[in-house]
């Protein structure tokens, strides 16, 4: 399991005095209100922030971190990912899970039948869809609901699924 989770991502500036503009990466937007501190990927590594303020504005997030002052020095930070540490997150619902800890889990039918691995997770406001890789880079889309996704097993790396008509 990864140490960190990415939250967001810095795709631009806000105004002069060194905020910048965050596309949110969580179903929780307000999630921001709680946070002081937040860790951000630079080409030069990891590096911690204190968020002295939050806003949002149309579906993104607004920070301002302390010892960014300026809007050059804010442009620093932009296309860089915003990181939690994993072990200060509350723990998630039964049956939900982190994006990062399904990718790369073999995706079985319920009969046994090895469709490929998972991925990547894409949100379509109504349910989530799983991609599936093949072994000939053939993808296959998954819709996230019941009706299909029948057991994720993060220990045995593995999702097993119904494929009901109309689906490959």
Request: a negative charge; hydrophobic letters at 40%; charged letters at 30%.
């Amino acid at each position: 399991m990864t140490k960190y989770l990415e939250v967001g991502q810095i795709v631009n500036t806000f105004g002069i005095k060194g905020m910048v503009k965050v596309k949110p990466f969580t179903d929780n937007i307000k999630r921001f209100d709680e946070q002081k501190n937040v860790y951000i990927k630079l080409s030069k590594g990891i590096k911690e922030y204190e968020i002295e303020e939050v806003k949002y504005h149309k579906n993104m997030v607004l920070l301002k971190f302390k010892g960014i002052e300026t809007i050059e020095e804010a442009n620093l930070l932009r296309n860089s990912y915003i990181l939690v540490d994993r072990k200060k997150e509350k723990p998630l619902e039964e049956g939900t899970y982190y994006i990062v800890d399904l990718l790369g889990l073999q995706v079985f039918t319920d009969e046994g039948v090895l469709l490929g691995n998972l991925k990547d997770i894409f949100n379509t406001g109504s349910n989530d869809i799983y991609v599936v890789e093949d072994e000939n880079k053939k993808e296959i889309l998954l819709p996230a609901i019941q009706d299909v996704i029948k057991n994720i097993d993060l220990e045995g790396k593995k999702i097993t699924v119904h494929l009901i008509d109309g689906l490959l």
